[in-house]
């Protein structure tokens, strides 16, 4: 034990030992790492870090430092349990227990996969994972308090050994209790990232394992909206409210495990190619358990089956991929193989007579294939294709192309054309339930196939963006009012179009943002605003004698009123409004707030939705289910470089 202690010690002391001042990336210019004359005529040196020696990236992008700005982003950003800005989604009552999506959007980790749309926004895939290059051991805290009781903490701490090697570990803990009965959120998420290159820079490898839970109690709404509505104080207390579901949870778990190599056979540079090689295995599980069988799914036995009431989904992805890169400054390109074993099925046998099966599975062989180019730093494109077929789940093909370029200093363009067709989410395929009208199998569903154009102008003139998008989906899988899935014969057209400025009066800023959004025909299958917009009008400043720095204001958010789909809990899904269904939204949502950053800790303290202090609250994340009641919101960001 005392060598232990010992060990400690020693450790503690080095860490301490090279705790220096470093400075915040808006107050130095871009350098190395700045080396201080000891004093002595010895061969000592004292490196004095900047912010620019602490970045991170991910596998396939450009190195970022670690941003200690205060930005008016952030406002939007670390006030959402997520730590994204969920710009298009409004959030349920209580945190973690996801959105409902406003604005439409193709999500790619839903591509051959089981990931139900509202467990999505606590999931980071393989392109968030984030590999680090720090000089000296750093950790960063984020926390965010829950609803009623709980709280989240996400806290990250990475180091590099040698100039060679850094690995990362960071744990998400999410408990939070909720206003309304049965609505307990509890997610975490547990992530361990290492990343490694040879002295000669000919090997290169990337390493990662990700196990992420999203827990939810599922209510299913308020079962009485008059006595939600009328404004009587015996139900100000949210828990006085009766709910529709009582003893049902869902549960979706994540977890991969993902190595990726690089070898550059020849050490000239005239010959740059490296061979990569890839290698994953993710399994995802979504359960829907409840204790006995719940009265507002069912009148008469005779609608049940038997059939154990907790229902599981699984589905297992193993993914081989070799790739050859040629790997210059200004131009690569990468082609390879990629061979890919999928399985997906349910946990127990359903009968035999509803000819659904309890496990799919088979053999995919593709391609992948990128492209990046990069002329006079004014011009960029990134293209990148996917292709694979398999007997079970058909051909699936993904082409996303991006070009960037600066036509006049300060002004950027940028156009993308993107392409899919795939199997619909495995989520709509099947479904396993004691409930007998809730289960299906969507057998030789036809291709999913999305089109998007669009893009966007970025202008020096009030630092404002101007950006549209055209969506072009044949057939479109969706759930009907009675949560079976369907395709749609014709196609679904959406478009988007919408802007962001900044206006600034010397301390005092606006920023708005607008987004306007149309189905061309077809606009029953996926009920949307016609207007999604929000405000942010504050003032920033330096105080303390520029010891500190104090961000105040409101925000603002709308969006228009329309025929909301219901989400429906038990594959948590949204699905098509029934006949008793009613329009949501129409009302702005103002929160007020007072962000103060000192050094490298942020403070960020919300009163959220408080127009609910002196009016009645009657806005809604989807129909039966309230927008959160007026809350203090806190949330906290700290960075710690060692």
């Given at each position: 034990?005392?060598?232990?202690?010992?060990?400690?010690?020693?450790?503690?002391?080095?860490?301490?030992?090279?705790?220096?001042?470093?400075?915040?990336?808006?107050?130095v210019?871009?350098?190395?790492?700045?080396?201080?004359?000891?004093?002595?005529?010895?061969?000592?040196?004292?490196?004095?870090?900047?912010?620019?020696?602490?970045?991170?990236?991910?596998?396939?992008?450009?190195?970022?430092?670690?941003?200690?700005?205060?930005?008016?982003?952030?406002?939007?950003?670390?006030?959402?349990?997520?730590?994204?800005?969920?710009?298009?989604?409004?959030?349920?009552?209580?945190i973690?227990?996801?959105?409902?999506?406003?604005?439409?959007?193709v999500?790619?980790?839903?591509?051959?996969s089981?990931?139900?749309?509202?467990?999505?926004?606590?999931?980071?895939?393989?392109?968030?994972?984030?590999?680090?290059?720090?000089?000296?051991?750093?950790?960063?805290?984020?926390?965010?308090?829950?609803?009623?009781?709980?709280?989240?903490?996400?806290?990250?701490?990475?180091?590099?050994?040698?100039?060679?090697?850094?690995?990362?570990?960071?744990?998400?803990g999410?408990?939070?209790?909720?206003?309304?009965?049965?609505?307990?959120?509890?997610?975490?998420?547990t992530e361990?990232?290492?990343?490694?290159?040879?002295?000669?820079?000919?090997?290169?490898?990337?390493?990662?394992?990700?196990?992420?839970?999203?827990?939810?109690?599922?209510?299913?709404?308020?079962?009485?909206?008059?006595?939600?509505?009328?404004?009587?104080?015996?139900f100000?207390?949210?828990?006085?409210?009766?709910?529709?579901?009582?003893?049902?949870?869902?549960?979706?778990?994540?977890?991969?495990?993902?190595?990726?190599?690089?070898?550059?056979?020849?050490?000239?540079?005239?010959?740059?190619?490296?061979?990569?090689?890839?290698?994953?295995?993710?399994?995802?599980?979504?359960?829907f358990?409840?204790?006995?069988?719940?009265?507002f799914?069912?009148?008469?036995?005779?609608?049940?089956?038997?059939?154990?009431?907790?229902?599981?989904?699984?589905?297992k992805?193993?993914?081989?991929?070799?790739?050859i890169?040629?790997?210059?400054?200004?131009?690569?390109?990468?082609?390879g193989?990629?061979?890919?074993?999928?399985?997906?099925?349910?946990g127990?046998?359903?009968?035999?007579?509803?000819?659904?099966?309890?496990?799919?599975?088979?053999?995919?062989?593709?391609?992948?294939?990128?492209?990046?180019?990069?002329?006079?730093?004014?011009?960029?494109?990134?293209?990148?294709?996917?292709?694979?077929?398999?007997?079970?789940?058909?051909?699936?093909?993904?082409?996303?192309?991006?070009?960037?370029?600066?036509?006049?200093?300060?002004?950027?363009?940028?156009?993308?054309?993107?392409?899919?067709?795939?199997?619909?989410?495995?989520?709509?395929?099947i479904?396993?339930?004691?409930?007998?009208?809730?289960?299906?199998?969507?057998e030789?569903?036809?291709?999913?196939?999305?089109?998007?154009?669009?893009?966007?102008?970025?202008?020096?003139?009030?630092?404002?963006?101007?950006?549209?998008?055209?969506?072009?989906?044949?057939?479109?899988?969706?759930?009907?009012?009675?949560a079976?899935?369907?395709?749609?014969s014709?196609?679904?057209?959406?478009?988007?179009?919408?802007?962001?400025?900044?206006?600034?009066?010397?301390?005092?800023?606006?920023?708005?943002k607008?987004?306007?959004?149309?189905?061309?025909?077809?606009?029953?299958?996926?009920?949307?605003?016609?207007?999604?917009?929000?405000?942010?009008?504050?003032?920033?400043?330096?105080?303390?004698?520029?010891?500190?720095?104090?961000?105040?204001?409101?925000?603002?958010?709308?969006?228009?009123?329309?025929?909301?789909?219901?989400?429906?809990?038990?594959?948590?899904?949204?699905?098509?409004?029934?006949?008793?269904?009613?329009?949501i939204?129409?009302?702005?949502?103002?929160?007020?707030?007072?962000n103060?950053?000192?050094?490298?800790?942020?403070?960020?303290?919300?009163?959220?939705?408080?127009?609910?202090?002196?009016?009645?609250?009657?806005?809604?994340?989807a129909?039966?289910?309230?927008?959160?009641?007026?809350?203090?919101?806190?949330?906290?960001?700290?960075?710690?470089?060692?």
């Amino acid at each position: 034990m005392r060598y232990l202690l010992f060990c400690l010690f020693f450790f503690s002391y080095g860490v301490h030992a090279q705790t220096l001042n470093k400075t915040d990336s808006n107050r130095v210019t871009p350098g190395d790492t700045l080396v201080i004359d000891s004093g002595f005529k010895d061969s000592l040196k004292i490196f004095k870090p900047t912010i620019y020696d602490y970045t991170y990236q991910t596998q396939f992008s450009e190195k970022k430092i670690f941003d200690t700005v205060f930005t008016k982003d952030k406002t939007f950003i670390f006030s959402q349990y997520n730590n994204r800005d969920n710009f298009g989604r409004i959030q349920f009552a209580n945190i973690g227990s996801g959105f409902q999506q406003l604005v439409y959007e193709v999500n790619p980790e839903q591509n051959l996969s089981l990931l139900p749309t509202n467990k999505s926004y606590f999931i980071k895939g393989i392109n968030d994972i984030r590999y680090y290059d720090v000089k000296t051991p750093t950790t960063a805290f984020i926390y965010h308090n829950a609803v009623r009781n709980g709280a989240q903490l996400q806290s990250t701490y990475t180091q590099n050994i040698g100039k060679n090697f850094n690995f990362a570990v960071e744990y998400i803990g999410l408990r939070s209790q909720g206003l309304y009965r049965n609505s307990l959120a509890a997610n975490n998420s547990t992530e361990f990232s290492g990343h490694y290159f040879s002295k000669n820079r000919k090997y290169e490898a990337f390493a990662h394992f990700i196990h992420q839970n999203v827990n939810n109690e599922e209510n299913g709404g308020i079962a009485d909206l008059d006595l939600f509505l009328n404004g009587n104080s015996d139900f100000n207390n949210r828990e006085n409210l009766e709910v529709n579901l009582l003893n049902s949870t869902s549960r979706f778990s994540y977890r991969r495990y993902y190595f990726s190599q690089e070898f550059r056979p020849f050490a000239s540079e005239k010959f740059p190619f490296k061979i990569r090689h890839t290698i994953f295995h993710q399994g995802n599980k979504y359960y829907f358990s409840q204790s006995s069988p719940e009265n507002f799914y069912f009148t008469d036995e005779s609608e049940l089956l038997d059939y154990p009431t907790n229902s599981k989904k699984f589905l297992k992805n193993l993914s081989n991929t070799v790739s050859i890169l040629f790997d210059k400054e200004n131009f690569k390109l990468d082609a390879g193989l990629r061979y890919q074993m999928i399985k997906l099925g349910i946990g127990d046998k359903l009968p035999q007579n509803l000819n659904i099966p309890t496990e799919l599975s088979e053999n995919r062989l593709g391609a992948v294939g990128n492209l990046k180019i990069n002329l006079w730093d004014k011009v960029a494109l990134n293209s990148n294709l996917e292709f694979s077929s398999g007997n079970q789940f058909g051909p699936f093909l993904r082409s996303q192309n991006l070009l960037r370029f600066e036509p006049f200093p300060d002004y950027f363009v940028n156009a993308k054309v993107n392409f899919q067709t795939a199997s619909p989410s495995f989520n709509l395929l099947i479904n396993p339930s004691v409930y007998r009208k809730f289960n299906y199998y969507l057998e030789n569903p036809k291709n999913e196939t999305i089109t998007e154009i669009g893009g966007d102008v970025n202008l020096k003139w009030f630092q404002s963006k101007v950006f549209g998008n055209f969506f072009r989906i044949d057939n479109y899988t969706f759930l009907n009012s009675e949560a079976q899935p369907q395709q749609n014969s014709s196609s679904l057209n959406i478009s988007q179009l919408g802007g962001e400025a900044t206006f600034s009066y010397g301390k005092f800023h606006l920023n708005p943002k607008v987004l306007f959004q149309s189905a061309l025909g077809n606009k029953d299958v996926l009920p949307m605003p016609n207007v999604v917009a929000r405000a942010n009008l504050f003032w920033q400043s330096k105080a303390f004698k520029n010891a500190a720095e104090i961000q105040t204001g409101i925000k603002v958010y709308y969006f228009s009123k329309f025929n909301s789909r219901e989400f429906f809990p038990v594959v948590n899904e949204f699905i098509l409004p029934d006949a008793n269904s009613y329009a949501i939204g129409g009302q702005p949502i103002a929160d007020v707030y007072f962000n103060l950053k000192v050094k490298r800790m942020f403070f960020f303290l919300e009163a959220q939705h408080l127009n609910t202090t002196i009016m009645q609250n009657k806005s809604f994340t989807a129909p039966y289910y309230p927008l959160y009641d007026f809350r203090l919101n806190i949330g906290i960001v700290w960075y710690l470089f060692s």
